[in-house]
């Protein structure tokens, strides 16, 4: 398809459980983003990448917390021993615009929604 | 740091009244400004953006004017439908990696 695909759509985990999950952006976009939506609440950024460079990493919760993109197209975002407060539903975006450019809108996935038992 | 605060829902409406979802700003630096909607069952899509003092971004009836001077972004409808029902997140982007910073968002339901 032509947008940002994510996978699995729903994800069920019992704590202590390490998940992953999967982004495939627009073919060709140079920048892509994880954000965090709790529920009722707006995304909360968590880590950003250009090509296969992960260039900011600051929203990232904690060290359970990883995100690769080895070939600067797909992601995976992996949270290790799953907490209830990791409960949410899990975003990314990709734009084909690199870092400083801050004209262009984000074009986000339909998300990951995690539920930690 | 970068923040947005915006109107706290529910926001109850009638077919065909006003709409103003207010948005509030604070940024070093100059942002872009962008409004984000999200229906039932969809993601995050963009609806309306502006990326500099005084502009106005406009799409499907909804505008919201970039006002630097009170670092506002609100958005407002003359007369909403029922298919305008949705969250609507303000944010902005800014800095070196283009990530952006939402508001909390604010739900919208008009009813027939």
């Known amino acids: 398809g032509a947008g940002v695909s994510q996978s699995p759509r729903y994800k069920v985990a019992k704590r202590g459980q390490d998940v992953a999950l999967r982004c495939d952006p627009i073919?060709?976009?140079?920048?892509l983003f994880w954000y965090q939506q709790a529920l009722g609440q707006g995304p909360e950024f968590l880590t950003y990448?250009?090509?296969?460079?992960?260039?900011?990493k600051s929203g990232l919760p904690s060290d359970r917390f990883f995100a690769e993109r080895p070939e600067g197209s797909v992601s995976t975002l992996k949270i290790q021993r799953t907490q209830q407060e990791d409960s949410a539903v899990y975003l990314c975006?990709?734009?084909?615009?690199?870092?400083?450019?801050?004209?262009?809108?984000?074009?986000f996935g339909e998300g990951s929604r995690l539920t930690v038992l | 740091g970068d923040s947005v605060t915006q109107m706290e829902g529910p926001v109850t409406l009638s077919e065909e009244a006003c709409l103003t979802i207010?948005?509030?700003?604070?940024?070093?630096?100059?942002?872009?400004l962008f409004w984000y909607v999200q229906y039932p069952g969809e993601g995050l899509q963009l609806l309306l953006k502006?990326?500099?003092?005084?502009d106005k971004g406009s799409n499907k009836g909804f505008e919201a004017t970039y006002r630097k001077e009170t670092t506002s972004f609100h958005l407002e409808k003359g007369s909403v439908q029922v298919s305008d029902s949705a969250v609507y997140f303000c944010?902005?982007?800014?800095?070196?990696?283009?990530?952006?910073?939402f508001g909390t968002g604010t739900l919208l339901a008009v009813q027939p």
């Open positions: 975006a990709s734009t084909p615009l690199p870092g400083g450019h801050n004209t262009g809108e984000l074009f």
């Open positions: 073919s060709g976009h140079v920048s």
């Open positions: 990448f250009q090509n296969e460079a992960q260039l900011d």
């Open positions: 207010n948005c509030t700003y604070t940024a070093t630096g100059y942002p872009s």
């Open positions: 502006a990326t500099k003092a005084d």
């Open positions: 944010a902005l982007q800014s800095g070196a990696t283009n990530k952006l910073i």
